[in-house]
């Protein structure tokens, strides 16, 4: 009976050191996690509010993309739409498909999440929702641009829709790529620290 208390009492001794032991393991991955992040949170809660924050920039992201597609799908009932040369129905034509690629990719990560949810995948989730997201970027600067360039020349001429759409690729250019990796560039020569 005194073997079997000393035994039980042993084996929760070892099970105490386990459990201390995984305990300062997750408090050495959190420690890691503060000092490469600057936040006091695990993996999971990392993965957790970066999917968050995507799914707030998707939504911005989306009302714009909703609005020009809307608009392009209108220009064929439009009376002035018969008066376009082959070259702006080309330019239209070629401006819905990239709508509906935008479109594809801004909603693709929320379809995702869908077959992915409860999988225990979420690092594997953002990761290719951020991917997602950043092509959709690609392809919805290009919907702009193409769209201001469609518009100058219908109402102005071809010069001014050529000078005018290279403005507005410009303009994104600057602020949606440029401007963010020299904000990247000037925390990092800051702190030494790179983006979370």
Request: proline share 3%.
């Amino acid at each position: 009976m005194g073997s079997r208390a000393s035994n039980d009492s042993g084996n929760a001794g070892g099970r105490g050191r386990g459990h201390g032991r995984r305990q300062g393991a997750d408090a050495g991955d959190r420690a890691r996690d503060v000092a490469a992040t600057g936040r006091h949170e695990t993996v999971e809660e990392r993965m957790d509010r970066n999917w968050n924050e995507l799914l707030q920039e998707l939504r911005v992201t989306q009302t714009g993309v909703q609005i020009l597609t809307g608009f392009l799908l209108t220009l064929p009932f439009q009376a002035r739409f018969d008066d376009l040369d082959d070259t702006q129905r080309l330019i239209y034509l070629t401006l819905v498909v990239l709508a509906a690629i935008a479109t594809t990719l801004i909603v693709a990560p929320v379809s995702l999440h869908r077959v992915m949810f409860r999988k225990r995948l979420k690092p594997e989730l953002v990761d290719a929702g951020d991917r997602m997201a950043r092509a959709g970027l690609v392809v919805l600067a290009l919907v702009v641009a193409g769209t201001t360039l469609l518009i100058f020349d219908v109402v102005v001429g071809r010069t001014a829709g050529l000078v005018v759409g290279a403005g507005v690729i410009g303009l994104l250019a600057v602020f949606w790529l440029l401007v963010p990796l020299r904000l990247i560039r000037a925390a990092r020569g800051a702190d030494g620290a790179g983006p979370h």
